[in-house]
């Protein structure tokens, strides 16, 4: 069996309502897969299940063969998945360097050894110029970079990107786009990407998985789901 | 924070300043300003050792002179009033009674006792959220006092306890207060500190890093308790008798305001904020016994120093909330 990160018939309820509901999605290590949905679809409950900031209310979050869905985010984390947030999240009075130096230390070791890897980060995810500036102060699209280069020196085998391009204009998004696409071949590791914009999705993505109100509507390759009539009526055909 | 400044900066710095002070303070010969110096050393401890936790955890806690008394009386069991010692505190078990410990050696037990307190009451304390553990902080500085003010046998706890070794003097505060910067420097800058801060920032960003926020909030509060509580047994030392009443309200305040003013999260800061708030004490101290212009004699009213402190906190607090410098460090550019 390859590396993968997956879930087999997650359920999660709010209040009763169904925020998930049999949702089987898998992760490849190496690939990149769109996740998409309208807003309140359920995209972001399933990042926090995967990332073990959500206790399934059913089903099951396998990492290759082992079963985790109890495991918490600092144990995921340690076992090799990485995630940004939707609302970001950077230490707001730490530098962008120490930000990164956050996700290297995950592993454990020496705050040079730490520094080392941010400094990759750093310099994969074009930050070398605000290094030493503090993550509160910088502008959006920066905050949002910030959050992946964070998230990369974790050396992930899996990284949940949620939103990363939300609120960013289109020369942005064009530099977000050739970023993540080198990310798989230089860390050796699976994209779950959440992203609106279908021709973000569409240049970076080898399949998709869709979801609406908790429910998968399609999933497999892009041609394959952007295709399919369920996903045209119901998503693709509005946007 | 600059990580390509020298090692030890800004601690070196802070204490060359306050070593600068110390010396000019013997040289100028005025035993007030010595004695007033010596005693905002002593706090500085006390306010370092505070600082090691809510710096870094963005906490406050109101309990950290609870770990002051329990490491003040911790250095009394140790070293005091030779040959009395059974009959003020006769409970004391055999071995204390005939200890004749080093002062040093006392102080650093006594802050490892205080030390060992924060961890058996942080393990639940630091669990909680922020508001409900200085809830809790606080409650524990209630609970230190009315066990030790109970607890007569081994505290003299109705009276005072007299006799303690006056070892502390302007060189003893000095040397402590530059150990207490130095330890507070090495946490701070190490990866424990970081951790710390990044769960101040963002717990849930803290955790995605692998970050099990209540344990590294669990080990700044050990380190803070064992500097605090070291403060504490210097503190009796300077004063050479012991009430529980020493340790209470009073001293928490003026703590967390030297803390404050100065600058919640640098360590330059603390050190501002202490000399600050006791130049500010010391000023109305000397009004309140009154002072003669001419041939008038004006005296301030008894608890003008109280008053006046809380005005100058509060007038801090609205018009410069980061405090006297802010995030800043001495020698250090800030980074925006
Ligand atoms: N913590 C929560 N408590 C209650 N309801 C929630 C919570 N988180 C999400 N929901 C609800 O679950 C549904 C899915 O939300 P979410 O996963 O954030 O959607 P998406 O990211 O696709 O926009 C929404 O109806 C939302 O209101
Ligand atoms: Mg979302």
Known sequence: ?239 | MNLRRPRLFPATGLIAVLAVLAVGSRLWGNTLVEGALTEALLYLVLVVGLSIFVGNSGVVSFGHIGFAAIGAYASAWQTCCTGFRGVFMPGLPTFLLELDMPVVTAALLAGLLAALVAAVVGIAIMRLGGIAISIALLSLLFIVKSVYENWDSVTAGQSSLVGLPLYVDLWVALAWAAGAIVVAQIYQRSAFGLKLRAVRDDEAAARACGVTPWIQRLIAFVLSAFVAGVGGALYGHYLGTLAVSIFWLDMTFVTIAMLVLGGMRSLTGAVVGTLAVTATREILRSLERGVDLGTLHWQAPQGSQEIVLALILLGILVFRPEGLVGDRELGVRKAV
Do not use: W
């Open chain 1, 1 to 239: 069996m390859p590396e993968a990160l997956s879930t087999r018939a997650v359920g999660v309820r709010f209040q009763g309502l169904a925020a998930l509901d049999r949702v089987d999605l898998t992760l490849p290590r190496g690939e990149i897969v769109g996740l998409l949905g309208p807003n309140g679809a359920g995209k972001t409950t399933l990042v926090n299940v995967l990332s073990g900031f959500q206790r399934p209310d059913a089903g099951q979050v396998l990492l290759d063969d082992h079963s985790l869905e109890r495991a918490g985010p600092e144990s995921l984390a340690r076992r090799g998945v990485a995630r940004t947030f939707q609302s970001v999240r950077l230490f707001d009075r730490l530098t962008v360097t120490e930000n990164a130096e956050m996700g290297a230390l995950v592993h454990g070791g020496s705050r040079t050894r730490a520094r080392a890897v941010a400094r990759q980060a750093i310099a994969f995810t074009g930050l070398e110029s605000v290094a030493d500036r503090l993550a509160g102060s910088l502008p959006y699209a920066l905050e949002r970079r910030v959050g992946i280069a964070r998230a990369l020196a974790q050396h992930p085998r899996f990284l949940l990107l949620d939103e990363p391009a939300a609120g960013m204009h289109d020369a942005e998004c064009l530099d977000l786009v050739a970023l993540i696409r080198r990310i798989p071949d230089a860390f050796e590791c699976g994209v779950l990407l959440i992203e609106h914009n279908m021709s973000v999705v569409m240049a970076t993505c080898a399949s998709l998985h869709v979801l609406a109100s908790g429910r998968t509507l399609a999933t497999g390759p892009v041609d394959h789901v952007r295709n399919d009539p369920a996903v045209i009526d119901a998503y693709l055909g509005a946007a």
